[in-house]
């Protein structure tokens, strides 16, 4: 008798009952797979690649959280197998692209809130009981503009396109992976925290908004295995080696005569080096961030046991839900970089992580001059906040010169507050902007 045939046929009533449960059912056939840049067009060993979405994408493409912005490109219809896979360099492929950007943003955040039990909706700003409308997106909504914005009160994104020197390949902003999911990002915080955007609040508050942004491009980018990997064998699994991941937007740079992306996340500014410049203060809270995230990779990180692509994928998913928890936590108003870095502290203790995450939170943002370093075992004692180092001088006032669109539309400020020369200069951002809108 074969010995199969034995198991088959024994009616043993003390069998092990898991081996008599059904299999899950397979899954519905929704979601669709979508043809999109994974990083940006310049980045060439990255490339377009499809990606699977999974959950209800409708034509155009469209979802309850995310539609197209009317008018713009026609709606996309999707194939005969519910996918959008249309060829790059076509206004479909930008209109596919963009929102699936955007929808990965949003879904990666989703997720981490609920990875951390935290039952916290990420609404629009917009949205109320009355109001559940989407976020409105403009993959080619500001013609030879150099820029992209978030807008709360057209409650949309729209992203730029411009011939770079007056000749060559247009460049479209809504094909930079980084430059979506950034623009993305503000929406998200600002469906949380309404008074961070304001020009009024303080330089370091700002500082928070564009720095969220450029650091969700970056775990956006982490959010997908394929790039965890391409990442690693890039740079032998140093973070801090030269990559494609701590440049953000590759093209965009490229067009603006830098030899890399618009910022460099990986950095060693200072905050007493960066002065009120939003957007220079954005990139010390941006490179803190990112070398906490190098030094976690690096803690975890055991080859023998697992792939350092799947490590890296699930530490930049862990740290990703922190930084958004911690925006959550902090004050409503006002909120400092230290505001932040203590609650991230919490954080990773509540979450029982080892010591050694705290400590790579504090020692970073202390070498960036945000939080006193604090003495020995008592600053990495539950309840104890550290110290605020270099603050906001009192009444300061945010520079948003060097930020992206969202931080100078004119929408954000108190425009009665404006000094003469400011006021006019809002004023010729809304002419520019009204006058580029489709
Ligand atoms: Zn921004």
């Known amino acids: 008798m074969e010995p199969h045939a034995l198991l088959l046929d024994d009616p043993d009533p003390t069998a092990d009952p898991a081996a008599q449960v059904e299999p899950p059912p397979l899954p519905h056939a929704f979601g669709a797979r979508v043809l999109i840049w994974k990083q940006d067009p310049s980045v060439k060993e990255i490339g377009a690649r499809t990606a699977f979405l999974p959950g209800v994408v409708l034509a155009g493409p469209r979802d309850a959280r995310i539609a197209p912005g009317e008018p713009g490109i026609a709606a996309v219809e999707p194939n005969a197998f519910g996918d959008f896979l249309v060829p790059p360099d076509t206004p479909q492929f930008d209109a596919v692209h963009t929102f699936a ?164 996340a990986d950095n060693d500014l200072t905050l007493s080096q960066a002065g009120t410049q939003v957007h220079a203060i954005s990139r010390v809270f941006t490179g803190a961030v990112y070398d906490v995230l190098a030094d976690v990779f690096a803690y975890e990180r055991d080859p023998e046991r697992e792939d350092d692509a799947a490590v890296l994928h699930r ?26 870095v203590n609650e991230m502290l919490r954080i990773v203790g509540a979450d029982g992580r080892p010591p050694a995450y705290g400590g790579f939170i504090r020692n970073q943002f202390s070498r960036r001059e945000v939080v006193e370093a604090g003495s020995g075992n008592a600053a990495s004692l539950p309840g104890v906040r550290l110290a605020a180092r270099v603050c906001d001088a009192p009444g300061a006032r945010q520079d948003r010169s060097a930020c992206c669109g969202t931080m100078q539309l004119p929408e954000y400020r108190h425009a009665a507050r404006l000094p003469a020369g400011e006021a006019a200069a809002a004023g010729a951002v809304v002419g520019a902007v009204a006058g580029a809108a489709p």
């Open 315 to 340: 530490v930049a998913a862990y740290l990703g839900g922190v930084l958004l928890r911690a925006l959550v936590a902090a004050p409503d108003s006002a909120a400092t970089y230290a505001d932040v």
């Open 101 to 264: 950007v955007v929808r990965q943003t949003l879904t990666m955040y989703q997720r981490s809130l609920s990875a951390a039990g935290a039952a916290i909706p990420l609404p629009w700003q917009w949205n109320s009981g009355a109001d559940t409308s989407p976020l409105r997106v403009f993959p080619h909504g500001l013609p030879n503009v150099m820029n992209a914005f978030y807008s709360r009160a057209q409650a949309c994104l729209r992203f730029g396109d411009f011939v770079p020197g007056g000749d060559g390949a247009r460049v479209y902003t809504c094909r930079s992976f980084d430059i979506v999911a950034h623009e993305t990002a503000h929406a998200v915080l600002d469906g949380l925290k309404p008074r961070w955007l304001l020009a009024d609040a303080p330089p370091q508050t700002g500082g928070l908004h564009e720095a969220f942004g450029d650091l969700s491009a970056i775990f956006l980018a982490l959010a997908q295995l394929d790039q965890c990997e391409a990442l690693v064998a890039q740079t032998k699994a140093r973070l801090h080696d030269k990559s494609f991941l701590a440049d953000i937007a590759e093209q965009f740079g490229l067009a603006l005569g830098s030899g890399a992306g618009l910022r460099n």
